[in-house]
């Protein structure tokens, strides 16, 4: 079974700091990935997503991450935080065939201070 | 373009009550419907999905269960709530296997 690893469960920035969430995932065949954000009191919505190509995505609000295939890793970047940055991430990986299920790491608390 | 709903946002329920909680998607048709579970510090947890009215796959054996009578209509069910039943419940759906979007969700305790 597949499985999703977030290693931080919590960081704390000032604003202009540059971020790296890292998540890195458990399975052998072709994959899709995905970051989500859940905002405060809000939805949880996509940041972005691979499913093939350039291994480097970008997403919405400046956000950008890479898959590294030899690496099982797909770090999320943002050169510059905001305060807005503020929420949850979750990283989730689905095996690509076909399947449904979306496998979904912990995710990762993001305070931003002002 | 594509909305889901789903009600109530909050809901309080004793130990042994049943449950039923709706999600309902606009602006698509056939979609895959997704039932997840949002527990504090330990991500989501697939607990249903269906291609199609009628057809649902369980991922975690439990005291749930869910339903599709219409094509945009997903329901999550108890006919007697635990307390471990309590947490954030998540909709969402897809177009076939691809990106799935989310619902506001519904946060239920048992008491």
């Known amino acids: 079974a597949q499985s999703v690893s977030q290693h931080n469960h919590h960081v704390i920035l000032s604003e202009a700091a540059s971020l790296e969430l890292g998540c890195n995932y458990s399975?052998?065949?072709?994959?899709?990935l995905f970051w989500y954000v859940q905002y405060p009191g809000q939805h949880l919505q996509l940041l972005l997503k691979?499913?093939?190509?350039?291994?480097l995505v970008k997403g919405i609000k400046g956000f950008e991450a890479e898959f590294i295939k030899s690496k099982f890793s797909f770090n999320l970047r943002k050169p510059s935080v905001q305060w807005s940055d503020t929420a949850e991430y979750f990283c989730?990986?689905?095996?690509?065939?076909?399947?449904?299920?979306?496998?979904f790491g912990k995710g990762t608390k993001l305070s931003v201070i002002p | 373009s594509q909305t889901i709903h789903q009600w109530p946002a909050t809901l309080v329920q004793p130990v042994g009550s049943p449950l039923s909680l709706e999600c309902t998607v606009e602006?698509?048709?056939?979609?895959?419907l997704y039932w997840y579970r949002q527990a504090a510090g330990r991500g989501l947890q697939l607990l249903f999905y269906?291609?199609?009215?009628?057809?649902i796959s369980s991922e975690v054996p439990q005291n749930l269960s869910a339903s599709r009578p219409q094509d945009r209509q997903f329901i999550l069910s108890s006919k007697k709530l635990l307390l471990s039943d309590s947490g954030f419940y998540l909709c969402?759906?897809?177009?076939?296997?691809?990106?799935?979007?989310f619902g506001p969700g519904t946060r239920l305790t048992v008491l």
């Open positions: 691979y499913f093939s190509g350039d291994p």
């Open positions: 969402a759906w897809s177009r076939s296997a691809d990106t799935q979007y």
């Open positions: 602006g698509t048709s056939n979609p895959n």
């Open positions: 269906s291609v199609g009215i009628g057809q």
């Open positions: 989730a990986v689905n095996s690509g065939a076909g399947s449904y299920q979306l496998t």
């Open positions: 399975y052998g065949g072709t994959v899709n």
